[in-house]
């Protein structure tokens, strides 16, 4: 299967501070990404859409300015927690979607686990 | 209703036996259909996808799609401890012409030794 890479793994910041994740598609070009976010023991929640060149697109309760996203390449989307608090702590997992003519899938890279003191 | 169903389990299957996981989605123009399983603590990986009705094997797997029923699934044979994990059943659907792939909220299976 096609390969999305994530970095870093894990992140221990203080509070207020802002922490950027990079999700990279190593093998194909994808020009959608998504982001998802989950809390232990509780389902993957799609946080945004991140789409190469234009605007993300933010779930209903998601704020934009508070998680902001960058699809500038082909290859790369960037989350960026803003003033991260305790709350934000959880399990960032970035996927990328491959097209293959009228088909497509997605491919989860590893996930960032954020902790925010 | 929501848009992709499963029974969250968990689901116990002795080792060795046949797991069946069940899956049904709202949306009856979805083309796309995929299994994920997820680990404890790590991300998804996709695992098996189906475009068309009927069953498609892939080694021990084996998924199944009836569009007419919009019911999908995945079973799982010769099941090893090792397959315990969480199920995420996936399908890709419409919104406002935006193509996006709506994920389950995930199947708990334990292979019992």
């Not at chain 1, 998802?36 to 509780?42: A, E, L, S, T, W």
């Not at chain 1, 709350?87 to 590893?110: H, K, M, N, V």
């Not at chain 2, 989605?25 to 695992?47: A, H, N």
Request: net charge positive; glycine share 6%; with cysteine.
């Amino acid at each position: 299967g096609a390969v999305v890479s994530q970095h870093p793994s894990w992140v221990i910041c203080k509070s207020g501070t802002s922490v950027k994740i990079e999700c990279r598609s190593l093998d194909f070009q994808a020009t959608t990404m998504f982001w998802y976010r989950q809390f232990p023991k509780q389902s993957l929640m799609l946080m945004a859409t991140s789409n190469e060149g234009s605007k993300a697109t933010y779930e209903q309760g998601v704020e934009k300015d508070k998680f902001l996203i960058n699809h500038a390449s082909l290859t790369l989307s960037t989350l960026t927690v803003t003033s991260a608090h305790p709350e934000d702590s959880s399990f960032y997992i970035c996927s990328a979607r491959l097209l293959a003519g009228r088909q497509e899938t997605q491919y989860f890279g590893p996930g960032t686990r954020l902790l925010v003191l | 209703q929501k848009e992709v169903e499963q029974n969250s389990g968990p689901l116990s299957v002795p080792e060795g036996a046949i797991a069946s996981l069940n899956c049904t989605y709202s949306d009856r123009v979805s083309q796309s259909f995929f299994w994920y399983r997820q680990y404890s603590g790590k991300s998804p990986e996709l695992i098996m996808s189906i475009y068309s009705n009927g069953d498609k094997e892939d080694g021990r797997f084996t998924a199944q799609l009836n569009k007419a029923s919009q019911y999908v699934s995945l079973l799982i044979r010769d099941s090893q401890p090792s397959d315990s994990a969480t199920y995420l059943c996936a399908v890709n659907t419409r919104r406002s012409s935006a193509s996006k792939i709506i994920f389950g909220s995930g199947t708990r299976l334990s292979i019992r030794p």
